[in-house]
């Protein structure tokens, strides 16, 4: 599983786009790039996940850059309920037995 | 609502008594896995099931800890001889792996609190 690193915490305001880096430099071929948001006292919760170029939900955005080295998790609009941590997690989603999570960026929406 | 249902929500102990959590998963799902998080902490990973067999287990699961799933069902997870540091929340995910589903997306439950006093 590659090692991912993004930032410990970010601070937005109610109705701005964020983003969210994070940087996997070892990423493997076979890698798929995944995140998870929680709540507190909740389980994470699956957001999206990509492998390349562009991902888009009802959720969120995901960019990948060609050489898949970061991307960066984009939330348009935030909310207050928006306010949770985000992991970024990357794997061979075919292969890998587990998910190994970092700690995480939490993400604070101002008012 | 995931799917994935855990009991119970909360639990306290007292340090060297016996604790039984239990996960139910999303039905068709085949893995089912466990963790461990404290405060500040990103969820660590204790073991997994597929189906009925548990195939592989962290070295962070200790000899007190034994997990079960009888019959490739719900799963539970024992904690004897309770210690203060096992005071966590117990998150229990599953997932369905198959040929033709491309991606491991695991669906978390909304963990058991355990408080050991």
């Known amino acids: 599983l590659a090692k991912t690193t993004q930032p410990i915490s970010m601070d937005s305001y109610e109705g701005q786009e964020v983003n969210i880096t994070c940087s996997h430099n070892?990423?493997?071929?076979?890698?798929?790039i995944t995140w998870y948001q929680q709540f507190p006292s909740q389980g994470p919760r699956f957001i999206i996940q990509?492998?390349?170029t562009k991902v888009t939900n009802e959720v969120a955005s995901l960019f990948i850059p060609a050489d898949r080295k970061s991307s960066t998790l984009s939330l348009p609009r935030v909310s207050l309920s928006d306010t949770a941590v985000y992991y970024c997690?990357?794997?061979?989603?075919?292969?890998?037995?587990?998910?190994?999570f970092g700690k995480g960026t939490r993400l604070h929406i101002l008012p | 609502d995931t799917g994935v249902s855990q009991d119970p929500r909360h639990k306290i102990t007292k340090r060297g008594q016996n604790v039984t959590f239990r996960c139910d998963p999303i039905?068709?799902?085949?893995?089912l896995y466990w963790y461990r998080q404290t405060l500040g902490q990103g969820p660590e990973f204790l073991t997994y099931?597929?189906?009925?067999?548990?195939?592989?287990k962290s070295r962070l699961l200790s000899d007190r800890f034994s997990a079960e799933r009888p019959k490739g069902s719900f799963s539970t997870l024992e904690i004897q001889r309770t210690e203060q540091g096992d005071s966590a929340m117990y998150l229990c995910?599953?997932?369905?792996?198959?040929?033709?589903?491309?991606?491991?997306?695991?669906?978390f439950g909304a963990g058991t609190r355990l408080s050991v006093l």
């Open positions: 039905s068709e799902h085949n893995r």
């Open positions: 070892n990423i493997a071929t076979n890698d798929y």
């Open positions: 990509g492998y390349k």
């Open positions: 995910a599953s997932s369905l792996i198959a040929e033709r589903v491309a991606k491991n997306i695991q669906y």
């Open positions: 099931f597929q189906n009925e067999a548990q195939l592989e």
């Open positions: 997690l990357v794997g061979d989603m075919n292969r890998d037995d587990k998910i190994i």
